[in-house]
């Protein structure tokens, strides 16, 4: 096909400043401190490093949590898709863009043995008199955090498997599957499984590293002796003994080789399942019992992910609720022993302020990061020739803590104040990899020669952009819009590390309200922290249908 | 060679005096109109006080002298929240690593004890605060140790806010008497297993819940106030690390995961998962039982040694940004009005550092250890347990 569109200069300069301030800058910056400060290092501070209390358990913690979080998400999630459910799209954004966070709060309200689940055991059937020592999620293990990252990582897995089968014939392969004889659901398993493994690469790679590196929601609801790696980084960063310094800055290059050997593992991991599959095949050995239940309680468990999850998103929101308006309420009463507007009338002219710097952040970073994945997009494709996805989700697939802490480094060194505009710079530099990623297969996908077309017919190449392919994959871009706004939300460390609370966003002050351990007030902005991009949703949802009826009149 | 007369040397005595009282009397004047220019300088500005933001009264606190000092000064105060304050301990370091000498983040501070004593050595605080401070003449320092911060002298280097008293609050009926020991304690977690839990060391608190077993285990010995030798450890930590080897399979989770802080502690408390809370502040129970907070079938307890006292402080950093202003919130804050409303347990309920006419009595009190054993603690409690 012929090129399409030229490329502008316009285009070509604005790409490749896209580029240079959310890729190739950022991660320079960052590199700074380490090559600067590894020259103070000597024996006596590595050993005393390696001598640290738990180290290897945090580590082990660390491993144990991003393998099997996001492996379990992605088998559960693959074998959800088999039941290749149409309209879970509308289903999947909610989920989607509800943060990390105030998932974990709201959980912990419902399941902790003091949540709701064990006092409406109590009220029912008279039992937990007092409430469990142990049992369902402890407010503080490896076990609720795994949970929570489990259940909040299918989601995100389940839209892009979406995408991915768009561009696999899946319904062709397991049609010659069945008419070899075998199942619809070994077909799946064995045919398709494999191809979309392949697609997932990336997508598992940004979840196994978010995973490694997340440091907010271990800080509320994680173990902490010792705790999880990145948090033990982290707290070294935040002590400000000299040795904490060094500890911080190995512990992050710990955390980058961990993030390495994860990725690496991740890449196994479709070799792995096609190398048993072929073993399989050869052998032609009767898949071992425990397997085949394995996977037939897998596909019923995963039957049940969608109700199970619209309950508990359900519940989430209603705990959150009821806790910003209780006044006293202890365990095992069901419900508060009154409600009051108490915390909501003495928060809001606090939180009103935050809620606007949050809103402001998220929009402008949402909408930057959002149109430089598309001149991005846009670029590569006129070029038609594209650059490896990995490099543009660079921001995604470095952890980020060791990324923050160098801008931070950085900005120290520059003498530069800290400012509204780099903690905005820095949501930018995590918006832009997810609005690419959210957008890059259906832009690819779309058919370029009705661009052709339009020109054909006399429009300018921008006017062809904007009225042929704008309209066309408007969904989408909406799409990616939102779920950037909700990754600007959700940033805890940039927000912390540069604001220097200059810069407060509803996120931070739930994690330092949260060290309170507050209900009501955590209850109150963990449930604003979800609000804002279900808000934009709403609103995005609303932009698009009109849209839809506008073109259906026409 | 006598040639000087007594008249002569009368004047000159005279004049001396005079020139001293004049001196004197300027000094007091150029003080009062330093001040009033402070107080100029100060208006319009705004202070970021980095404090701990996990308590919902402090927080309430803060906003209320946040709108005095609003309408009397045109100071706006704004509350940092920090989760721990060694967060604004570690960015004045790297402030001071990468020569920043002014136009800091941080204008106020509120800190006590190993992070006041690392400012301090690395002089990275505004020296003369205490004087500056035109209030602080007010400031209880003859009858309560608030010059020294942990065994470390304050040199001016930081004021006086607050006091605090290490506390139990446990539910009714846990305990036979108000003063507790450290055997009632494991006797307690013996009938009633995962019940107890401490806020995991570092913390502030936890800390401190390890140090008032170890003067009650170890005798209250002499040598608990003074820098830690290698002796004094060999002799008095075991008999705390067998202790908590005993007490640990008996609390929450087993001893494998803590609170974070107290707040968590009493939060929990509160839930009915621990039977018991600790605190700093000898009114906190109250407080938290009249704001629906806690139920009201709690109880304080101490230890029976006596309740670990020490003060908190407020400090303003070298590189501070708005001294004037932070000066001026400082004058505020030990003034009787706003002392008397911190000590209110309506509000916070911590006691005043200055007199006043309605205060609490405080607990039978025991001395802070020295500052050295707080490290030591620390690093051998993480080295054993985690």
Redesign the interface.
């Known amino acids: 096909m012929a090129r399409a569109l030229p490329v502008s200069t316009t285009l070509h300069a604005t790409a490749g400043l896209c580029l240079a301030f959310l890729l190739l800058v950022p991660v320079m910056i960052a590199l700074w401190p380490y090559v600067g400060q590894m020259v103070g290092l000597n024996p006596e501070v590595v050993s005393q490093f390696v001598r640290s209390p738990g180290l290897a358990s945090a580590i082990g913690y660390s491993l144990l949590l991003a393998t099997v979080a996001p492996l379990l998400a992605c088998y559960v999630a693959v074998a959800f898709s088999f039941h290749g459910a149409r309209r879970l799209l509308g289903w999947l954004a909610p989920l989607l863009s509800i943060p990390h966070l105030a998932f974990a709060v709201g959980v912990l309200f419902l399941f902790s043995p003091t949540g709701w689940l064990v006092r409406g055991l109590h009220s029912l059937f008279g039992v937990f008199d007092t409430p469990p020592a142990s049992g369902l999620l402890a407010d503080r293990s490896l076990f609720t955090l795994l949970w929570v990252l489990l259940l909040k990582e299918i989601p995100f897995l389940l839209l892009m498997i979406q995408s991915a089968l768009t561009q696999i014939p899946a319904e062709r392969y397991l049609q010659a599957g069945q008419t070899l004889g075998h199942s619809r659901l070994a077909s799946w398993w064995q045919l398709v499984v494999p191809e979309l493994l392949t697609r997932l690469r990336l997508p598992m790679a940004a979840v196994v590293v978010y995973t490694l590196s997340v440091v907010d929601v271990p800080l509320l609801i994680g173990p902490n002796l010792p705790g999880v790696w990145a948090q033990q980084v982290f707290q070294w960063q935040q002590d400000f003994a000299s040795e904490s310094a060094y500890s911080a800055l190995l512990g992050s290059l710990v955390l980058l080789m961990l993030a390495l050997a994860l990725l690496w593992l991740n890449r196994q991991h479709e070799r792995l399942y096609a190398g048993l599959l072929r073993w399989h095949r050869r052998t032609d050995a009767k898949m071992p019992v425990g397997l085949s239940t394995l996977g037939r309680l897998l596909q019923s468990v995963a039957r049940l992910w969608l109700p199970l999850m619209a309950v508990f998103a359900l519940g989430v929101t209603v705990a959150l609720i009821v806790w910003s308006l209780a006044a006293n309420w202890f365990y095992p009463d069901l419900l508060p022993g009154a409600f009051s507007l108490n915390t909501w009338r003495s928060e809001w002219p606090f939180l009103a302020p935050l809620l606007w710097q949050t809103v402001g952040l998220a929009l402008i970073s949402a909408s930057v990061g959002l149109v430089a994945a598309l001149v991005c997009l846009e670029y590569q494709a006129r070029r038609e020739w594209y650059w490896p996805q990995w490099l543009l989700l660079l921001g995604l697939l470095l952890p980020q803590l060791p990324l923050v802490m160098g801008w931070q480094f950085g900005l120290s060194a520059l003498r530069l104040n800290p400012h509204w505009g780099w903690v905005l710079w820095a949501h930018c530099v995590f918006t832009f990899p997810y609005a690419y990623l959210m957008l890059s297969g259906d832009y690819r996908r779309f058919n370029r020669r009705w661009l052709l077309a339009g020109q054909s017919l006399g429009y300018s190449a921008p006017a062809c952009w904007f009225r042929i392919l704008l309209p066309i994959l408007k969904q989408p871009i909406l799409y990616a819009w939102v779920i950037a706004f909700s990754v600007s939300v959700a940033q805890y460390l940039p927000t912390q590390l540069l604001g220097a609370g200059r810069v407060v966003t509803i996120t931070t002050e739930a994690v330092n309200i949260g060290s309170g351990g507050d209900r009501r007030l955590l209850g109150l902005y963990a449930l604003w922290q979800m609000l804002l991009p279900l808000a934009l949703l709403l609103l995005a949802a609303l932009i698009n249908r009109r849209t839809r009826q506008r073109c259906a009149s026409l | 060679m006598f040639n000087c007369s007594l008249p002569s040397a009368f004047k000159r005595a005279l004049a001396a005096l005079l020139l001293m009282g004049s001196a004197v009397v300027v000094q007091a004047e150029s003080a009062a109109e330093d001040w009033s220019d402070v107080v100029q300088e100060a208006r319009g500005r705004t202070v970021?006080f980095?404090a701990w933001?996990?308590?919902?009264s402090v927080n309430?606190y803060l906003?209320w002298a946040g709108r005095h000092l609003n309408r009397q000064y045109g100071i706006s105060l704004?509350h940092?929240?920090?989760?721990?304050i060694?967060?604004a301990?570690?960015?004045?370091?790297?402030?001071q690593?990468?020569?920043?000498e002014q136009?800091g983040?941080i204008d106020l501070l509120w800190i006590n004890g190993e992070?006041f004593h690392?400012l301090k050595e690395s002089k990275l605080l505004e020296p003369d605060l205490l004087n500056a401070i035109p209030n602080h003449v007010h400031l209880l320092t003859d009858e309560v140790p608030l010059l020294t911060d942990f065994g470390v002298p304050v040199e001016g280097f930081e004021v006086p806010w607050g006091m605090g008293q290490f506390n139990i609050i446990a539910r009714e009926g846990s305990f036979a008497s108000p003063a507790i020991t450290p055997e009632q304690l494991l006797a307690y977690a013996e009938q009633n297993?995962?019940?107890l839990s401490y806020p995991?060391p570092p913390d502030f608190i936890g800390t401190t819940f390890l140090k008032s077993l170890l003067q009650a285990l170890a005798d209250n010995d002499e040598r608990l106030y003074r820098e830690p030798s290698r002796s004094a450890e060999r002799d008095l930590l075991p008999v705390l690390w067998d202790y908590l080897d005993q007490l640990h399979p008996l609390l929450?989770?087993k001893g494998?995961?803590?609170?974070?802080?107290s707040?968590?502690?009493?939060?929990?408390l509160?839930?009915?998962?621990l039977h018991a809370a600790f605190s700093f502040n000898p009114q906190e129970m109250d407080s938290k039982v009249r704001n629906?907070?806690l139920?009201e079938t709690v109880r304080r307890h101490y230890f029976a040694q006596g309740a670990i006292t020490n003060s908190h402080y407020l400090a303003v950093p070298r590189n501070a940004s708005h001294k004037a202003a932070a000066k001026v919130v400082i004058n505020f804050l030990i003034s009787r009005s706003a002392q008397a409303r911190k000590a209110d347990s309506r509000y916070w309920g911590d006691p005043a550092v200055v007199r006043l006419d309605e205060a609490e009595a405080l607990l039978p009190t025991a001395q802070e250890l020295h500052a050295g054993w707080q490290e030591r603690l620390e690093d051998h409690w993480?080295?054993r347990?985690?």
């Open positions: 970021f980095y933001g996990g308590s919902g309430q906003r704004r940092v929240k920090v989760s721990d060694a967060e301990v570690h960015r004045l370091r790297s402030d690593a990468a020569g920043r136009g983040a992070n690392a297993p995962g019940r995991k929450w989770e494998r995961a803590f609170p974070q802080d707040a968590q502690q009493l939060q929990w509160a839930d009915g998962q629906g907070r139920p993480l080295a347990y985690q």
